[in-house]
């Protein structure tokens, strides 16, 4: 390989068709960008490979004509005038023959008569016929389903089940399929672990290139994954050198930034040619392209000129994002695959969207059918949060330079579940509950799927005025009234009929450290400088809850340490306290038990779910509905602390 | 297994649902209605598997405050106050600590400043910043992707390259899934061969075990596949005993009708209970469901009490579809899976259906999207017609009781194919050309299926009139004017602006056996008594040109042995030849070449390419236009004999 050392890395976003134009035409000079080869398998090993060439059919099927019933084959000519009234007896084996179904039409016969058509005679050596019939009367011809030379599959064509029987029937037992690429996963970190091991604060469980190899394997290639190496230039130089020598790709997992640590883009110009360093994509902009020749006498293996290396982001979301754009579409080139189409989707847009200057960004989103029409809910934008991508209904690409997206805008999606998927998917908006994670359980079984999004309980009585939720989950307090979310419902959806439906009672209080080491007994105590509180988002029931308990004791804020730190969830909450970010938080028991923490009650309060009255109609929502008559169901949330399920199933409606 | 001996076969056909209903309730009874069992797998093989239980978080991610970017970690609240013209100096380690992506916050800090916005100073122990920050700032909070405890995926789930990150990072390094059915197939039948050997006429290549072991493999099942079994009574039986003991399923295939040689039903009958012979479904009707119970000690190694078994019918298509009716939800239920719920949609129907009386019929169809709607065309009914399958881009099913289906009527198809793929599919009705299938391989590379149908000439001309195909295909000579195609496109389509594009002239002829053993010269020949014609299509133009030559010489169809034998191709003509079962037939010179039979030439036509003017503009037929001007393509087409290529790419505009 080159040795053309380069002095230090640079990171220099570009944007992606740039990225893709300048690998690809660098692997086009080495004749690497095209379909890798073939190889001949046999059939049953071929489900799910990829045609590397037509095939022409070696043999008609049937091969001969052949009989389609159980009957008496005999030549039409001799069924000539014959009728009920006017029946005519045959002799076996003179003027027909017994045949099978699929036997060969024996010479000098070109029809069939099913035996239940005629009538066997005692002397078994005739038969009585009542019918006249026209040559090749049941009988498949030859070729029939496949004439010799004929096309039956066209080449870069993913073999399916039927396929292989079409294949066998054209007379082939074996099939030339695209080569599998062949991939290298070298995952790079001195802070990675193993993910079987416990790791420490700082240490990182080592799982994208699990992730990646996933990914490869889905796309028809195959992976192999190296052992985790650390931050060191000459080990990776090494495992990169040796890996390039056996595959058609080596990626480089994490290492692609510009920071002291990250060696790969210096690797990969030591070797090779570095083509790009920096994609303007978020997530995902450390990206790094390149291509190693081979010197002769090395590429015995592997026949290739050259071998592409693409250095990969270490954030989950980033590699992800990388592989999908950059290797996906090379790995189709190596079968002969068309690039891929996916299916896109109109959506609108539940949130403004703020963009990152200058970059492209993938924004991960749910998707729900509510009201005639598809909603698109933003995920988390964070690179490191795959569960963004875990839960995402698709992709909403903003492009380079775009200043925002509005809230209502029309969106193009790119949808990663089917339509089938996302039509039964039910929309919960609003507060977040442990018990939708359960009920999500119990609807999969119901072929529903729920998908929750925590905005707050304000914010999902908003996206229910805006027709962007089924059902809005909400427990909100009216201080005045000491009723629970009918004021509130009065004011953010004031023209609907609307109907409350109970589904649990739950404690609230303070989340407090194990054997509560500050000693904290009630929300006075927040007011002490050694005390750090974690506090929920404005809007939610929970930060209402506080700020009416603050209210009633004349506390502001500002007297509390921490009341600005806002979390999203009981559990994030929790956590803060388990991990003693925080001393005290207000929350569910729930919460507190799952996290072993300590808990001081201060309130019962009612968890509703809120929906337009219409509905109830909905045949969407009709197993959602009965689960809250399931006493499966309601003995499965009573195992949780905290919970009263005798609310459950309670209607209140709430005419304009 | 009970002993029941049953006297003989039964068939008796009632409708799927009944059946089903009676094999998931015998099933149930067993205990073996529902999921199989689970076992923990590493998470590396885990890659399309089922999750058996819900993934709940075992650990947060990040498990701690980290770092979100290299720089300096500080508490906030040393930066207070601090602004561009109010700078601080921080000493390092004491009141800020470097900190890399991804470590962990140290002690006491709790917002970290990324190395570009602050200033190192040349004492190596201090740096100077320049702006306040809030706390937590440019810090993922533990927690901030997944929090111990939370749902991260439910049971039921395949999984998919981004949840193996999914479950990593939420502390697993196995997962527990659904353990894989194990499905046991025994081929059976004396006709069988092995797909590698040549058969003889009534032998079959046995291939449909492949087939449906490939299906079994696809959703999500293990086969194993027996060696061929003859008809043999005491074969089968002692092959199923011994199949039942390792596997959940057992399928049974051929051999289930009610013929002589039939002896599944028989087998089951003796060794189990036969629940179901005979199924309303067509293709697919002879249909066994039963069900073997254990005796005590044969069961250690599944440990089920009983194993199911499904005698599957040996025409290909019905075997196909069999599978698909009852194996495929039946490994869903194992599986843990919900019901598939496929993707539909709304079509017009091309084509009258007549129905088989009383059985609900699966139609094989293509589908294609011409003049603003999707126009669903039927393809062979035939049960022994796998490329009917192949080809197919949707299943209509027609009722059971239905007198028939209208041309035109708007139907509910169930789709085999991605939207992306049938919104590029362009649809070429009426004559068939062997050049249309290298032009289907030609036009794949520009992500463009070509789906061609064979009906005739004139059939082609109707379709476009009906707005049922993008382009027809045809070679319909005048008789009058000696002009190809013009006259019968005026009669045809009086009110459309129609252009014609020239694909080929083509040699037309009489194809006779090689070395010509009847010595057929001329169409006179096909007078004498010893001489069998076989026919094409009406409506096609090669029968036109037949008839027009007849007349031209004063000879009566009826004078033709054989004119009333139709062939719908050119290679099912050459086929019939080939393999005596006509002696000559009319048709192109590729056809007998490639048969390897004798060729009389008559004629050189003009085969066409016509359509609506307007489809110039089509997006979807850019790609096939161009073709027509590809020099790669015409010299492929060239290397074919009896074609000149000399009229590719020429228009006729013919107006109103």
Redesign the interface.
Known sequence: MSENHSSGVYLNDIPKEQAWERFSQALSSFGLFKALGSEFIE??NA??RVTAE?IWAR????????S?M?GFALHSTETEGVSDRKPKVLEIDRQCVYV?????LPDGCDAVLPIELIEQLDDKQTIRIFQAV???FNV??????????????????TI???????I??S???QVSVARKPRVAIIPTGS?LV???E??L??Q??E??S??????I??WGGEAQ?WPILPDNRESIRTAVLEAALEHDLVMISAGS?A???DFTADVVASLGQLLVHGVAVRPGHPVILGVLEHNAGQDEETNNPATAVIGVP?Y?VSA?LTADIFIQPLLRVWLGL??L???MMDATLTRKLHSTAGDEEHIRVTLGYVSGRWVAAPLSR?A????S??RADGIFVVPAGTQGVQAGAKIQVRTLR????LI?TILVLGSHDLTL?IM??YL??Q?RRLSSNNIGSIGGLVALSRGEAHIAGSHLLDPETGEYNKPYVRRYLPDTPITLMGLVKREQGMIVAPENPKGIREIRDLQRKDVRFVNRQKGSGTRLLFDHHLSTLGIAGEEVRGY??EEY?H??V???V??G?ADCGLGIRAAAT??KLDFIPLESERYELVFPTGNLDLALLQPLFDLLHDSKFKRAIELLEGYDVSIMGEMISIDP
Chains 1, 2 share one sequence.
């Not at 498949?140 to 870069?156: F, K, N, S, Y």
């Not at 490191?384 to 569960?387: A, E, F, M, R, S």
């Open positions: 059939l049953e489900l799910g037509p043999r008609s099927s049937p091969h001969y004509h052949a389609a159980d099978d179904t699929g036997d060969a026209p040559p090749w498949r011809p030859m070729g029939e389903d496949i004439v010799t030379t004929e096309l039956v599959l066209p080449a870069g064509h399916r089940a039927i396929d292989l029987g079409a066998a029937a007379g082939h037992a802070e193993h993910p079987q416990d790791p604060p700082g990182i469980p799982f994208n699990l992730m990646l190899a996933g990914q394997e889905s994954r930034s920071g002291s640590e270490g989950p992800a068309n690039p189409d996916p299916p964070g490191g949060v795959i569960t991508l875990v089917t339509h089938a998927e039964q994670d999500a359980q999969a079984e072929s600005t730190q969830t559990l994030t929790a956590s803060a388990a991990s970010k799952a996290l």
